[in-house]
């Protein structure tokens, strides 16, 4: 029995627009503050774009 690739375990998958949500720069995809904030937090990870960083509330 093969497994539904939307179960539980495996969550659809969000599709990202290049321009809109990142941009290559460098071999290096970076987010842009649209999509950080669509994901509702910050990561800690000090992402260029983090709008949560700016607001002091992040990790």
């Not at 599709?15 to 720069?25: A, M, N, Q, S, V």
């Not at 842009?32 to 607001?55: A, I, N």
Request: with cysteine.
């Amino acid at each position: 029995m093969l497994k539904n690739e939307n179960s539980e375990q495996n969550p659809p998958r969000e599709i990202l627009t290049e321009g809109k949500d990142y941009y290559l720069e460098n071999g290096y995809w970076v987010f842009t503050e649209h999509y950080l904030l669509r994901r509702g937090h910050c990561c800690g990870s000090g992402c260029r774009h983090c709008p949560y960083r700016k607001k002091k509330i992040c990790k």
